[in-house]
């Protein structure tokens, strides 16, 4: 008996199409691209600082320490306020305390001064602040300053870096008896906040 097989076209198109998926799935199973792989590990987040230093120091400090003016005379003090930090800050400060001082009557002035607890030294002494030396308190007499106000400087502190805090003063040469002996102390509070 002999075997015939016998082709029709549905046969010779399945065959070709099982024929063609074969293929195709071992090609797919042979073909190569090249590739690489890295890791990236101990990633972390961590935050900066700020340290608001006054002359270097993080203790309290007096800057500000003049002695027998008299009218005429004039000067500056300044403290170096940096930033011992790693982050941009801004300096601020605030007034904490002013203390306007009789300190007893020479001259003329104990015929004059109806003030015994009140000195007036603030009613002449002007002063000018900056910061930078950018000012942020414009001339003005020492009795316009009042507890609570703030300033702030228009320009940052970089992480290790400084700037000056500079206090200009004047007694102008018309200053009244009436501020003999008399004393104008201020307190003030530094702050840096972030940029």
Known sequence: MENQITFTRRRLLGAALATGVAGAG??????????????SSNNTV??????????????????????NAAP????????ALGNAG?????PEIEVDAIRS???GYYGSEEDQDGSPNDGELDEHLEVRVSIGGTPILPRTTADQISVGNSYTASSAIAGGGSTAFTVE???PSDTSDLA????????????????
């Open 26 to 39: 071992a090609g797919a199973g042979t073909m190569a691209a090249f590739s690489d792989s890295e890791s």
């Open 46 to 67: 961590q935050a900066g600082t700020l340290d608001l230093t006054l002359d270097g120091s993080n203790q309290t400090v007096t800057f500000f320490d003049v002695t």
């Open 72 to 79: 005429g005379d004039s000067g500056q003090q300044s403290v």
């Open 86 to 90: 790693s982050v941009e800050g801004i």
């Open 101 to 103: 001082t009789e300190n």
């Open 169 to 171: 003063w004047w007694l």
């Open 180 to 195: 003999q002996s008399d004393g104008f102390e201020f307190d003030l509070t530094f702050r840096l906040q972030q940029a």
